[in-house]
C-alpha cells in the first residue's frame, strides 16, 4: 500500500517548481491532488503528467491574493474528491498586483515600494491565513495535516528581502500557534524551509548571492553541499512524509532542506 493512498492533498502554486516536485512525489505515494494555481494551463499541465503515470488528479484554478477564490479552491476540492486530508500552502508571488512576478531582486528597506509589500504579504502571509481558515471545519472532526512553506531567507534575515523576511517569518510563527490551538483537534501544523533551485528561483538566488558574498557562483555558494537541490527529488520526499501518517507525532516544527545552508558562515 503506498504511504498516501486515499489521501486528499491541496497544493498551491503548484504549476510549477516546488509546488509541481510536491505534487508528482505524492501522486506517486498514492495521494490525490489537488494541484492549484491561477494559471489554469500550468496545473493542466501538471495533471496531465500525473495522470499519465496512473495517478490521481484535479486542476483547480485559484488567485490565492483573493480570499473568496482561496474558499471556493477548498470547497471545490472537497466537492471532487469528498474530503480534504492536507493543505499545502505552498504559493507566493514578488513585484505587485498590476505586475506580479514569480522572483523578487534585492531592495533596501527603505527602497522597497509599499505595494510590494502589500502584494508580498498578501500573496504569501494572508493566503495561507485564509487557506487555514477555509480548510479547518473539513479537518476539525477526523484530523489532518497543514504544510505551510516557509524560508531560510526568513530565519537568517536575507539582506534585500524585508516583504519576503516578513512574509516567511509571519507564516512560521502563524504554524507554530495554529499547531498549539489545533493539537486537539488531531490537527498537526508544520514547515518546510526550502533552498532549492528553479526556473524561476535562479536568478533570484544569483542576486543575494552577489548581493551577500560577492559572489554568484550558486554551484559553490548556495549552502555546504555546493548546490541548490530539486523540488522532485529533495522537496517531494519531505512532503511525503509530512503529509503521511509517519510524522502524526510531530507537530509545531521547521524542516528545513537547503544543502546546510544554515551552516554557512
Known amino acids: 500500500m503506498a504511504k498516501l493512498e486515499n489521501k486528499v492533498v491541496i497544493v498551491t502554486g503548484a504549476g510549477r517548481g516546488i509546488g509541481r516536485g510536491m505534487c508528482l512525489a505524492l501522486a506517486e505515494e498514492g495521494a490525490k491532488v489537488v494541484v492549484s494555481s491561477r494559471t489554469a ?19 483547480v484554478v485559484c488567485d490565492v491574493s483573493q480570499k473568496e477564490q482561496v474558499d471556493a479552491m477548498i470547497e471545490r476540492s472537497a466537492e471532487l ?27 533596501s528597506f527603505e527602497d522597497l515600494p509599499l505595494d510590494e509589500w502589500e502584494w508580498t504579504m498578501r500573496t504569501g502571509l494572508w493566503s495561507t491565513v485564509w487557506g487555514m481558515k477555509a480548510v479547518f471545519p473539513y479537518l476539525k472532526e477526523n484530523g489532518g495535516k497543514i504544510i505551510n512553506l516557509a524560508s531560510p531567507a526568513g530565519v537568517y534575515a536575507a539582506q534585500g528581502a524585508s516583504a519576503y523576511v516578513a512574509t ?8 507554530k500557534v495554529a499547531a498549539r490551538d489545533w493539537g486537539q483537534y488531531k490537527i498537526t501544523v508544520n514547515c518546510i524551509l526550502p533552498a532549492i533551485l ?22 559553490n555558494t548556495a549552502n555546504i ?14 512532503a511525503v512524509f509530512l503529509c503521511s501518517s509517519d510524522s502524526d507525532y510531530m507537530t509545531g516544527h ?3 532542506v537547503d544543502g546546510g545552508y544554515y551552516l554557512r558562515p
Open 168 to 175: 516567511k517569518e509571519g507564516v512560521r510563527g502563524l504554524s
Open 225 to 238: 553541499l555546493g548546490y541548490l537541490g530539486d523540488p522532485y527529488k529533495d522537496i517531494g520526499p519531505v
Open 254 to 256: 521547521d524542516f528545513s
Open 41 to 59: 494551463s500550468s496545473i493542466e499541465k501538471v495533471v496531465k503528467e500525473i495522470r499519465s503515470k496512473g495517478g490521481i488528479a484535479e486542476a
Open 198 to 219: 528553479t526556473d524561476n528561483s535562479a536568478g533570484a538566488y544569483e542576486a543575494y548571492m552577489a548581493l551577500q558574498d560577492g559572489d554568484a557562483d550558486l554551484e
Open 81 to 107: 474528491f469528498g474530503k480534504i486530508d492536507v493543505l499545502i500552502n505552498n504559493a507566493q508571488s514578488f513585484g505587485t498586483e498590476k505586475d506580479p512576478m514569480t522572483f523578487s531582486l534585492p531592495k
